[in-house]
């Protein structure tokens, strides 16, 4: 049940920064420019960390809970086989993306942090949608947790 209310909160958290634009408006977003370019280039690099991180917790987590069972019931040879092959694969792809971390990091940055700044900025509509979705997300977290009580 306490994931369930950390999801709800997570969605109203999530909430605040798609309705920020619009209560802003687009004089404020204006002065803000070089703040919001900052800000929306970290969106990269927490991807980036949620990957790593993703990486080095999954692997971690199901290492130590193959190592538990093998230790109380037994592993099968098929089971370990799997875990090594799931692992290596996963291993692989950790790297590509790590090697090319830098190339990743600007085209997200490029085709993403930058265009969704100046729409933002540029395009009442945009803001408009975003209030829309900030609404659907805060109700949606609201009524998940409503639902709790």
Do not use: D
């Amino acid at each position: 049940m306490k994931w369930i209310n950390a999801t709800a909160l997570i969605l109203q958290f999530i909430a605040f920064w798609f309705a920020a634009p619009e209560l802003l408006g687009e004089k404020t977003l204006k002065r803000m420019r070089l703040q919001l370019q900052k800000l929306l280039s970290f969106l990269p690099m927490l991807i980036i960390w949620v990957v790593v991180l993703g990486y080095g917790l999954t692997f971690t987590i199901s290492g130590l809970i193959k190592a538990y069972k093998g230790a109380t019931t037994g592993i099968s040879h098929s089971e370990i086989v799997n875990y090594y092959v799931v692992l290596g694969i996963c291993t692989i792809a950790y790297f590509i993306f790590i090697f090319r971390y830098k190339k990743i990091k600007n085209t997200l940055h490029q085709r993403l942090a930058m265009p969704l700044v100046n729409k933002l900025i540029e395009r009442s509509e945009f803001r408009s949608t975003a209030l829309t979705i900030g609404a659907i997300l805060f109700t949606l977290g609201f009524i998940i947790q409503l639902q709790l009580c």
